[in-house]
């Protein structure tokens, strides 16, 4: 069965700074994996799609990387802003629907 | 182009009725999906159409819960004899024809649901 881990739970930091968030999955059979955020009471907005036969996909100041031979995926954020203050979450496809990680609550300090 | 749209955005019941939630997909997705979130235990998968497929229902917690998908576009999640442990956000999200293997999904705004 699948399992999801992200780390941190929870992370602070002041703005301007580039950070990383950590997701790792136990099966690496994976179709893609995906990343996402969700602001307080709010859907989900998708960030990134990187297919398994990619290694990164960029958007912005986002950039994702993935390494399925040892189930893992980072979302490095430059110049973080106060905007990019959220939960940000991590989900594989396998051959069932999305999996999730519980993310990891980002605060930007100003 | 318009998102996943859900109704209502937030539903509160009494302990033993029944409620219906809608997803209305983007137009053209032919997989569509029901989440639930519920604090401290993160997001999990319900239920899974795709094109004229029978659904895939693996993650129904009970046979209380069902969900049809009408037209190929809309769809309805039911929870019959509602139960306190229901309450959670009931979130949807579809995806393009491009496969469900390989398509990204879009979610909609989500069903807050509060049982009393």
């Known amino acids: 069965k699948q399992e999801v881990t992200q780390i941190p739970a929870a992370l602070s930091v002041p703005e301007g700074e580039n950070l990383v968030l950590n997701c790792s999955f136990t099966d690496s059979a994976i179709y893609n994996l995906q990343w996402f955020r969700q602001d307080p009471g709010k859907g989900l907005t998708s960030l990134l799609l990187?297919?398994?036969?990619?290694r990164e996909q960029t958007s912005g100041r986002l950039n994702a990387s993935l390494d399925k031979s040892s189930g893992r995926s980072t979302l490095y954020i430059a110049a973080s802003q106060p905007g990019d203050s959220a939960t940000y979450l991590c989900?594989?496809?396998?051959?069932?629907?999305?999996?999730f990680g519980k993310g990891t609550r980002l605060s930007v300090i100003a | 182009g318009a998102g996943v749209s859900q109704s209502p955005s937030n539903k509160v019941t009494e302990k033993g009725k029944d409620v219906e939630l809608r997803c209305d997909p983007i137009s053209g997705h032919t997989a569509l999906y029901w989440y639930r979130q519920s604090l401290g235990q993160g997001l999990e998968f319900l239920i899974y159409f795709q094109g004229n497929s029978a659904p895939d229902k693996s993650g129904l917690p009970s046979d209380r819960f069902s969900a049809e998908r009408t037209g190929g576009s809309v769809s309805t999640l039911t929870i019959q004899r509602t139960q306190q442990e229901d309450s959670a956000v009931y979130l949807c999200?579809?995806?393009?024809?491009?496969?469900?293997?390989?398509?990204?999904?879009?979610f909609g705004p989500g069903t807050r649901l509060t049982v009393t």
């Open positions: 990187i297919q398994s036969s990619q």
């Open positions: 989900a594989v496809k396998g051959n069932t629907p999305l999996v």
């Open positions: 999200a579809s995806s393009s024809p491009g496969g469900v293997q390989a398509g990204e999904q879009y």
